[in-house]
């Protein structure tokens, strides 16, 4: 009897064992436990901060996408392409010709004490390279001539400086304003196209046209004008030279003329700038967007010059002119414009049908 109880107690401590051996060691408990690896340990006592989940996605500045490339799969840890910032396929061009002429540099003019530019009349400010032109437009803006002048100039994304007259800005302020939206440099030249140098032109008269064709060309714009101003007739009188210098405002001349108000023909312009421009190797180019044969003449011209390697030059002025305040209210005195009017809307415009 004590045998048989013995051997059952046996059996029963038996299959204890064998239960509690099977549990800790098949377990999922004990598959789903990580091994006490050197790493884990590691891993364990390093601080959240150090445990760092970026991917080589987030380490590389998005800023452009290239057509073609397979967009990032938005289950991937790294940033999916939706979470991206938008950006175009490719960098967008800043000229839609591939083959433009194009501005090769854009030079600061500082215009302190009123330097001078052209080798026609001043020689000390030598500034461009071998095969550089600027391209200049005097006596705008016109209707036509001017915006078929812009357009040459946008077809090959160019840009040029212009000396409007006061007079024409007042008649034609949009075309003016589209000169300068299309970022060319805006100056003066007088307000009347008067010769400054003539033996009739008093101090004062000289002084008057410089500042009133400024401040015409700066109410036409909405905006002040750049600092640079060309003589009529690239007639320096001297009361009128001194005057700008005081006004630091910078003078210019030319380097070629085309003559294109001579001219019969556009086929005439080009040719006369181009012999020119090859004798001398460079130069500020004197053209008319008042002329239309200057109108026409200027996407040949441009071919021509990118054919022949030129490469143009922008001017632009350190900072804008500060135009005289009696000058600014005296013309609109004298221009008579109408006064805004007070009257209340319904009492001006009213529906009739509808």
């Known amino acids: 009897m ?94 839609a010709n591939p083959d433009a002429l194009g501005v090769s540099r854009v030079v600061e003019i500082d215009t302190t004490g009123g330097p001078g530019f052209g080798f026609d009349h001043f020689k000390q400010l030598d500034f461009l390279a071998d095969k550089e032109v600027v391209l200049t437009f005097d006596d705008g803006p016109w209707p036509n001539n001017t915006p078929a002048v812009l357009k040459a100039l946008a077809d090959e994304c160019t840009k040029a400086v212009f000396f409007p007259i006061g007079k024409h800005a007042t008649y034609h302020p949009a075309i003016l304003r589209q000169v300068a939206a299309a970022g060319h440099t805006v100056g003066a030249h007088t307000w009347s196209h008067a010769n400054l140098n003539s033996k009739k032109m008093t101090e004062q008269q000289a002084k008057d046209e410089v500042e009133k064709g400024f401040s015409a060309v700066k109410l036409a714009l909405g905006a002040a004008p750049s600092p640079f101003f060309r003589f009529p007739q690239l007639q320096h009188g001297p009361a009128a030279m001194a005057h700008l210098g005081s006004r630091n405002i910078a003078m210019f001349s030319c380097d070629l003329d085309s003559f294109d108000f001579r001219a019969k023909d556009a086929a005439q312009i080009v040719n006369t700038i181009m012999t ?48 005289l305040a009696e000058y600014d209210e005296g013309l609109v005195k004298d221009m008579k414009l109408p006064t805004v009017s007070a009257r209340a809307l319904g009492n001006v415009v009213q529906t009739v049908s509808q």
């Open 2 to 95: 004590r045998s048989a109880l013995g051997v059952m107690l046996a059996s029963a401590v038996s299959v204890v064992v064998i239960v509690a051996v099977w549990f800790w060691t098949y377990s999922p408990r004990a598959v789903l436990a990580a091994p006490d690896t050197v790493s884990a340990r590691l891993a364990e006592r390093a601080p959240t901060s150090a445990r760092s989940t970026r991917t080589l996605a987030d380490e590389i500045e998005v800023t452009a996408t290239i057509a073609g490339r397979p967009s990032i799969d938005a289950s991937s840890p790294a940033k999916s392409s939706a979470a991206l910032p938008a950006a175009p396929l490719q960098p967008k061009a800043a000229c």
């Open 276 to 323: 020119k421009l090859d004798k001398q190797g460079k130069g500020i180019i004197l053209m008319h967007d008042f002329q239309k044969h200057t109108a026409e003449a200027l996407p040949t011209l441009l071919g021509r010059l990118k054919v022949g390697g030129y490469k143009v030059v922008l001017m632009r002025a350190k900072a804008p002119l500060q135009t």
